[in-house]
């Protein structure tokens, strides 16, 4: 889904931001980019830039204007460093992956259902645009687009660069499409949270030990163990940490064995 999402840049002034931009879009699974009449080229310092991304740059599609970049697009958002005075509402960054993502869905859900039709419409594509480093979008481009979609920045210093505003966006929408998947980070072993029966064998190997040692009186162990419990449960032991406490515990019986 995320490759419907199409990057636009439009009358880019420098080439590391080309670069910069590329690299950011292709962290998050972005691949369709757009140049609108760029004022830089395709340099090697955009190359140098987008670390590893330049495909996405040479592979880009030069337009002369905005309308051709969005001729076959179906939802737009501009992006602006202020409110521009555009009808309707504002968005955040988060709204617009959201929606943007609701729409793709929708979309696809039908071309799904058409599938067997051989004449069936290319994948929608959505859009989102950056205007010039200095200037942002004008009017007459923002009158192009659906909606309008701003970073809520420090009031105090709202400036972002180019490859910082596409970075923001783009995480987003990776963001909103891996929780529509119900994506999770796949956990390490060793950072598993220990279950209930390791950790009571925890405990009740530290009982032992401390018994052993003669730091735990036997007849009144529960004062101190319950304080134990507490002070390990507010650290929500990884069953690597509780291992090597186990170890530990383990190389002190064998020292007390002689």
Known sequence: MLEQVRVVLVET???????????????????????????????????????????????????????????????????????????????????????????????????????????????????????PERTGLNNDDLALCHSQVMVPCNPDYSSLNLGAAVQIFCYELRSSWLASQNFQLEQQVEDRPATGEQVEMFYAHLQQTLEQIEFLDPGNPRKLMDRMRRFYQRARLEQMELNIFRGILTAVNKKLKG
């Open 13 to 131: 002034s420098h080439p590391g931001n080309l670069g910069a931009a590329a690299r950011a879009m292709k962290t998050m699974g972005l691949s369709d980019l757009v140049l609108v009449s760029p004022s830089c080229e395709i340099n090697a310092e955009a190359i140098a830039r987008a670390s590893g991304a330049g495909e996405l740059l040479t592979r880009a599609t030069i337009v002369p204007t905005l309308a051709e970049a969005l001729h076959d697009t179906t939802l737009v958002f501009g992006s602006s460093a202020r409110a521009r005075g555009m009808s309707g509402r504002l968005h955040m960054p988060r709204e617009m992956a959201q929606e943007m993502l609701q729409t793709l869905s929708a979309a696809n859900a039908t071309s799904v259902v058409s599938s067997a039709d051989t004449d069936a419409a290319p994948a929608e594509k959505v859009a989102l645009v950056f205007g």
